[in-house]
C-alpha cells in the first residue's frame, strides 16, 4: 500500500511569484485536505477536496486555490506568494462515505520558502 | 465551533518516566479526537483516535489516551518513555461525522533525556 506523496520536498520562490505544489493520495482514498504549518506552531486547514470539487475551505484567501483529478491526486496552487506564506504544507488524504469522512493520513510535506 | 488547547509547550522527561501530554477540547458536537506525532523535518504520524467507542484509546508505540468528557479532555500517556519518543505531538479535533477540517493544537515538545 502506497501512503501519501508530496512533491516538490522543498521549493524557495520570490515575493509576486506563483507556486504549484502537488499531492497524491494514499490508495483507496478519495479525499485530499491541505495545511499550511507555520514554524512552531499547529497545521492549519487550508481546504478539503472530495470527487474533484471543494468540500470545506479554512480562514484563508482566494489566492489559494486548489484541484482534484479524477485519480484523487491534487494540487495547491498559490498565487502573488507573500512572505507570511513561507511554510510546511502537508496533503493529507482519507476515505469518504455517505457516513463521513475518517482519519487523515499525511505526506511528508513542502517546505515553501518565500524570499 | 471546535478549538484544541494543549497545556505545555515542552515537557522534559527521563528515558523510563511516565509520559503526559495533556489536551482539553472545546467542541458544540461530539467530538473525532486525534493525536499525532511530527519527526523533525517530516509529516505527521497518527497515533491514536477517539471515535466515540471505548473512553479509553490504545494506539501504536506504546501510547494510549482517555477520552473524560466531564474533563473535556484527551490526555496522553505513555507508562516508559524511549529516546525515540522525543518529537512534537499534537492534538487535534474533528466535528464528528462531518469530517472536513481537523483543528489542530499548537503542539506540544516532548524531551527524552538518558
Known amino acids: 500500500e502506497t501512503g501519501v506523496t508530496q512533491s516538490p520536498t522543498h521549493l524557495i520562490k520570490t515575493r509576486g511569484q506563483q507556486v504549484t505544489l502537488r499531492c497524491s493520495s494514499q490508495?483507496?482514498?478519495?479525499?485530499v485536505s491541505w495545511y499550511q504549518q507555520a514554524l512552531g506552531q499547529g497545521p492549519q486547514f487550508i481546504f478539503q477536496?472530495?470527487?474533484?470539487?471543494?468540500?470545506g475551505r479554512g480562514n484563508f484567501p482566494p489566492r489559494f486555490s486548489g484541484l482534484q483529478f479524477p485519480n484523487y491526486s491534487s494540487e495547491l496552487n498559490v498565487n502573488a506568494l507573500e512572505l507570511d506564506d513561507s511554510a510546511l504544507y502537508l496533503c493529507?488524504?482519507?476515505?469518504?462515505?455517505?457516513?463521513?469522512?475518517?482519519?487523515?493520513?499525511f505526506g511528508p510535506g513542502t517546505r515553501l520558502t518565500v524570499t | 465551533a471546535q478549538s484544541v488547547t494543549q497545556l505545555g509547550s515542552h515537557v522534559s522527561v527521563s528515558e523510563g518516566a511516565l509520559v503526559l501530554l495533556r489536551c482539553n477540547y472545546s467542541s458544540s458536537v461530539p467530538p473525532y479526537l486525534f493525536w499525532y506525532v511530527q519527526y523533525p523535518n517530516q509529516g505527521l504520524q497518527l497515533l491514536l483516535k477517539y471515535t466515540s467507542a471505548a473512553t479509553l484509546v490504545k494506539g501504536i508505540n506504546g501510547f494510549e489516551a482517555e477520552f473524560k468528557k466531564s474533563e473535556t479532555s484527551f490526555h496522553l500517556t505513555k507508562p516508559s518513555a524511549h529516546m525515540s519518543d522525543a518529537a512534537e505531538y499534537f492534538c487535534?479535533?474533528?466535528?464528528?461525522?462531518?469530517?472536513?477540517?481537523?483543528?489542530f493544537g499548537k503542539g506540544t515538545t516532548l524531551s527524552v533525556s538518558s
Open positions: 490508495s483507496g482514498h478519495n479525499t
Open positions: 477536496y472530495y470527487r474533484e470539487e471543494e468540500n
Open positions: 487535534a479535533v474533528s466535528p464528528g461525522r462531518s469530517g472536513t477540517a481537523l483543528i
Open positions: 493529507a488524504s482519507s476515505f469518504t462515505q455517505r457516513e463521513g469522512s475518517y482519519e487523515q493520513y
